[in-house]
């Protein structure tokens, strides 16, 4: 069975500074990857997938994610963080033998200080 | 843009009642879900559905039913609210084909049973 781990539940970041957000799945197959964010009282939006080829690929709001499949890991980043960056995170893994099922890990909240 | 609409942002009911939470997806998806989700547990598969008056459970189907009669709309039921169902719901929507699972996501119901 797939499953996805975001070891971290909370993480509080300096606005400006750096952010990375670590995400280890497990699946059987070839991975389809995702990073979604959730503002808070919002649904989730898709920040980034990866599907196959360059394995950094670039989303929207200047995040970008690295996929490392010796590592199980799909790890998320923004060189500079702004306040409206204040959200929760989650990753997500899927794949043809999952059918059209994703599986999501528990989210990691991060706090942008002033 | 995909629109995936809930019926309503906050529902408040007593424990015993028969509880209707309805999504509505814009985009001729073939695939609807529906999740829960609870601090530190993510986003859970309560039911999902890939066509018409079909359905498969997820994760954590006990307690809920779905119903869809048509393409663009997907029920979640509560025949029996308890209070240990109190959390936010969210409804998603995605292409069976070429999307790789991509799933897009309405705004979320908060759910209380009191």
């Known amino acids: 069975a797939q499953s996805v781990t975001q070891p971290d539940i909370h993480i509080t970041v300096s606005e400006g500074a750096s952010l990375e957000l670590r995400c280890n799945y497990s699946y059987g197959a070839t991975p389809y990857l995702f990073w979604y964010v959730q503002s808070p009282g919002q649904g989730l939006q898709l920040l980034l997938k990866?599907?196959?080829?360059?394995?950094l690929v670039q989303g929207i709001k200047g995040f970008e994610a690295e996929f490392k499949r010796s590592q199980s890991s799909f790890n998320l980043r923004k060189p500079s963080v702004h306040w409206s960056d204040a959200a929760e995170y989650f990753c997500a893994v899927g794949g043809r033998a999952a059918g059209n099922k994703l599986t999501f890990g528990g989210g990691t909240r991060v706090l942008v200080k002033p | 843009d995909v629109k995936v609409t809930q019926s309503s942002r906050y529902l408040v009911k007593r424990t015993g009642e028969k509880v209707f939470l309805e999504c509505v997806q814009d985009m001729d998806h073939e695939n609807m879900f529906w999740y829960r989700q609870d601090p530190g547990l993510g986003l859970r598969l309560i039911y999902f559905s890939y066509d018409v008056k079909m359905k498969e459970k997820g994760d954590i189907p006990e307690g809920y039913s779905v119903s869809r009669e048509k393409k663009e709309r997907f029920s979640l039921i509560l025949e029996s609210a308890s209070t240990n169902q109190t959390s936010m719901y969210l409804c998603a929507s995605s292409r069976t084909s070429g999307s790789y699972h991509e799933q897009y996501f309405g705004p979320g119901t908060r759910l209380t049973v009191t």
């Open positions: 990866y599907f196959s080829g360059d394995t």
